[in-house]
């Protein structure tokens, strides 16, 4: 229904959702996807700069330094159901990954760790969300134009929306089509890709285009070395003979939270993994591949540049996504220290050591 969504991009501060639709029907015969399949389901509230406001008045001036510039720093975090009520998977090492990524571009967040972690707690109790995907955002905003950003105050939003499987209904199950983007994975001597800021997403924009124009579900990204990085959200994992391999952080990658769970669940299961160069023949000869990531969680991969990945059965691959399933559910007790309850008020803030230590 088309008052219940929103548009990902208002196209004029001022107009209205119907306008924006309107706008979006002349830019479909330029694009291939329908905004009705990549609707946003409006929810109540936003936490905006310590207040909880209504989710329609979130809104920024036009000449907000970061939509200029690229100047902001996110985190994509999940909230999932448990017995325990509704929990939020390891929220402190997505919270220091923030803080991480604000300190490299010298963003003075004004707020602390444990105040970041109750903030996101208060914006999921805000929308009565016991499932979501939890996306907060610092951003250099107005004052003043031009490239350095310093003098700009920061701004920092915390919204919650529901959120199913990012790269489509089926892949959990049948698996992704993907392809090897023409687009190289940003370079740490251009961009840091370990600051997870809006401006790494323009190049991984130009990728999905790609692959979304060329009718494949996701890009992987070769880094500037012709080797294997990663998704356009989401790191990769290659399954041959059992062994479980992935690219190392000097890939250019993100090095996701989701990786790291990967990498301790694997231990668990005596599944033997290795953090090591993966080139592009390497995807197509693979037994298995997945991706993994917040968003995405753990999506076998069908098929990479239309070669079909092993026999096209994920045997390792259903084993790690059964473990994470079990894990982001809060079933078993080993890694109950990776969920916060959104009910609990503590401010158990660890130190960053966990983030830093991600391999
Ligand atoms: C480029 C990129 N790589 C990897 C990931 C996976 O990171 P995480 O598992 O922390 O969500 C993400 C998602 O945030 C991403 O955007």
């Not at 390891?90 to 003075?108: E, G, P, Q, T």
């Not at 996701?256 to 668990?268: H, K, M, P, W, Y």
């Not at 993966?278 to 069908?302: Q, V």
Request: with cysteine; charged share 20%.
């Amino acid at each position: 229904m088309i008052d219940q969504r929103v548009l990902p991009i208002r196209l004029w501060s001022n107009c209205s959702i119907q306008h924006a639709l309107d706008q979006d029907v002349a830019y479909r015969g330029l694009v291939t996807v329908s905004i009705w399949d990549l609707h946003l389901d409006k929810m109540a509230k936003v936490w905006y700069n310590g207040e909880i406001v209504d989710w329609g008045s979130a809104t920024v001036h036009v000449l907000t330094h970061a939509l200029h510039y690229g100047t902001a720093v996110f985190e994509g975090v999940r909230c999932y159901r448990t017995n325990e009520g509704p929990s939020i998977f390891r929220l402190y090492d997505h919270v220091w990954r923030l803080i991480n990524s604000a300190k490299i571009y010298l963003m003075n967040l004004g707020y602390e760790a444990d105040e970041i972690t109750e903030a996101i707690k208060e914006t999921v109790k805000a929308n009565d969300l016991d499932e979501c995907y939890i996306r907060p955002i610092a951003f250099y905003g107005y004052g003043e134009m031009g490239v350095s950003p310093l003098r700009n105050k920061v701004d920092l939003a915390i919204a919650a929306w529901r959120w199913d499987a990012y790269l489509g209904k089926d892949t959990s199950t049948q698996g992704a089509r993907c392809m090897v983007s023409s687009w190289r994975r940003i370079n740490p001597l251009t961009l840091p890709p370990q600051a997870k800021c809006s401006a790494n997403y323009a190049n991984a924009s130009l990728a999905k285009i790609e692959a979304v124009k060329a009718g494949y579900d996701e890009a992987i990204m070769l880094n500037t070395q012709g080797m294997v990085s990663e998704g356009t959200g989401e790191n990769i994992f290659r399954v041959k003979r059992g062994v479980l391999s992935t690219p190392t952080a000097a890939a250019g990658i993100l090095r996701g939270i989701t990786r790291d769970t990967v990498i301790q669940l694997a231990a668990d299961l005596g599944v033997e993994c290795h953090r090591i160069e993966i080139s592009r023949e390497e995807l197509y000869t693979a037994d298995e591949l997945f991706l993994c990531g917040t968003a995405a969680e753990i999506t076998p991969i069908r098929e990479v540049d239309g070669r079909l990945i092993g026999n096209g059965n994920y045997p390792i691959t259903s084993e790690i996504q059964r473990a994470y399933n079990n894990a982001v559910h809060g079933r078993g007790k080993k890694h109950a220290d990776w969920l916060s309850r959104v009910s609990s008020t503590d401010s158990d803030v660890r130190s960053n050591l966990a983030v830093t230590q991600i391999p």
